[in-house]
Antibody, heavy 118, light 107 residues
Framework: QVHLVESGGGVVQPGRSLRLSCAAS????????MHWVRQAPGEGLEWVAL????????YYADSVKGRFSISRDASKDTLYLQMNSLQAGDTAVYYC???????????WGQGILVSVSS | DIQMTQSPSSLSASVGDRVTITCRASQDVNNYLAWYQQRPGEVPKLLIY???NLQSGVPSRFSGSASGTDFSLTISSLQPEDVATYYC?????????FGPGTKVDLK
């Protein structure tokens, strides 16, 4: 079955960078677009970014545009989120999610915590 | 960008009650609307896609409907395991904005 496992989270100082990974298994990775969604402590869900099935198109929320970059490696069945110039407001649990047709997030990883603090 | 609103922000209901949550899009989303359930401490789960299509494995007491830019999620008979926060999301094209959520608990 579909399995998504995030890694790379942790505590980071403001202004620094971090790269999240999401290892995918149980499906043909290159057939599906992938999302990153985050949830600040005690808050609601916020969509962050999406990459098309072939990596040719990327879309970002205004809150992260120019600072975050989504990418994928089909040879490793892995999704990435490069986060630069991190701010306290980026503190959240970050989820990767696989789409079903229409970009609905049908399968989710367990999430990884990113804490931006000095 | 399209904004998503939800009402109410929270509600309390009894087991067996019919519960309806609404979501409104600020512009036409062509029924590219999803509903998610997030139980406390758990990962979000897709319930409904395309405004009214039940995701595989979701109990039939959940249903979705649409009228223009207004959408509804209905739980026909609330169960204890339905205590959760429910989110709508605009899909189909970016940005894939979530609504603020509706928290459902038991009276």
């Amino acid at each position: 079955q579909v399995h998504l496992v995030e890694s790379g989270g942790g505590v980071v100082q403001p202004g620094r960078s971090l790269r999240l990974s999401c290892a995918a298994s149980g499906f043909i990775f290159s057939d599906f677009a992938m999302h990153w969604v985050r949830q600040a402590p005690g808050e609601g869900l916020e969509w962050v970014a999406l990459i098309s099935h072939d990596g040719g198109s990327q879309y970002y929320a205004d809150s992260v545009k120019g600072r975050f970059s989504i990418s994928r490696d089909a040879s490793k069945d892995t999704l990435y989120l490069q986060m630069n110039s991190l701010q306290a407001g980026d503190t959240a649990v970050y989820y990767c999610a696989r789409e079903r047709t229409g970009y609905y997030a049908s399968h989710w990883g367990q999430g990884i915590l990113v804490s931006v603090s000095s | 960008d399209i904004q998503m609103t939800q009402s109410p922000s929270s509600l309390s209901a009894s087991v067996g009650d019919r519960v309806t949550i609404t979501c409104r899009a600020s512009q036409d989303v062509n029924n590219y609307l999803a509903w998610y359930q997030q139980r406390p401490g758990e990962v979000p789960k897709l319930l409904i896609y395309g405004a009214s299509n039940l995701q595989s494995g979701v109990p039939s007491r959940f249903s979705g409907s649409a009228s223009g830019t207004d959408f509804s999620l209905t739980i026909s008979s609330l169960q204890p395991e339905d205590v959760a926060t429910y989110y709508c999301q605009r899909c189909g094209s970016a940005p894939f904005t979530f609504g603020p959520g509706t928290k459902v608990d038991l009276k």
